[in-house]
């Protein structure tokens, strides 16, 4: 059976409804970032290979396409880290040849200090990397990198890619409280953000289950004056607006509420049950704890989602 790498369009904070396409196996990653959303990484690496080769990508890409599905973007991204698939230039110019849809590129922008990285993405219409530490003690505490990956080497990646770049870059920058949420912290980011010159810089904090407990958030007051200190690129990520949801998209949060009003599931039970992926799942769940439709519960160290 082949394995399923596309899911929505779902809602999207940044891109709107967005068609996602998994690059890499679950939880292929250079990073172990304490946020995740997803859960920890078991464990990190660098290598680059056709994790899923670039023409089934691109089948599926085609046959969802084929369905008249029509999403704000196609977005590369999913599970792990997308630029850890060495098909993934093969990839973006093929999906282009296909459709006017713009392609996005979601990234941890670990590899940007590999030239061929920076080439591979040179025909995405959009990359939105992360950036979420001002030094190296604070990167390896939010992120907790492979071994051998350097922060300077990253952030100087970051501002490469910008110099061959001529597509749009959305830098995103995760706030932590008590770890990189102070003024002093914003002022180390400058020194990176300003000469990366990206378009837009979006601050985020945790809104959904993270990889580790006692990840804190950040209130939309606090994220407010830290973009002030970053300047009139910066601005916090807005809640999606549900107006715009589907039919077909409010009888899968119907599904999703009538599975959790027979009993408390996890990410997984619930993406199993229903046969979706589960970065789609959370982009259903997301609002519907927001809206207090639902609430979390940690169960011996798992997340469950409970219906209200």
Known sequence: MTKKLIYGPVPSR?????????????????????YCQIGPTPETTLERKPYFP??????QVAASLKKGVQPDYITLGGSG????NSDIAEIIQGVK?????????????????????????????VVLPSLDACDGAMYRKINRPHPDLVFEAVADGLIDFRKMFAGRIWLEI????GINDTEAAMRGFKRWTDPCGP????????????A????????????????????????????????????????TEQEILNMLGRRPCTLADIAGGLGLHQNEVIKYV???????????????????????
């Open 97 to 125: 040849k296909m459709t006017d849809i713009p392609v996005a590129v979601i990234t941890n922008g670990s590899l940007f200090g590999d030239e061929t990285v920076r080439k591979d993405l040179q025909n995405a219409d």
């Open 54 to 59: 670039g023409q089934m990508v691109l089948d």
């Open 212 to 251: 580790e407990q006692n990840i804190g958030r950040v209130s939309e007051e606090d994220l407010t004056a830290l973009c002030e200190i970053l300047g009139p690129r910066a601005e916090v990520i807005a809640a999606f607006n549900k107006q715009r949801l589907t039919e077909a998209q409010l009888d």
């Open 199 to 210: 378009d837009k810089i979006h601050l985020n904090t945790a809104v959904r289950p993270t």
């Open 174 to 177: 995760f706030i932590v409280k």
């Open 81 to 84: 880290e997308p630029t850890l």
């Open 286 to 308: 997301e609002p519907m704890v927001s809206s207090q439709a639902l609430e979390l519960v940690r169960i011996d160290g798992n997340v469950f989602y409970r219906k209200l």
């Open 14 to 34: 940044r891109l709107g409804f967005s068609l996602g396409v998994d690059l890499v196996p679950y939880k292929i990653c250079s990073y172990n970032c304490v």
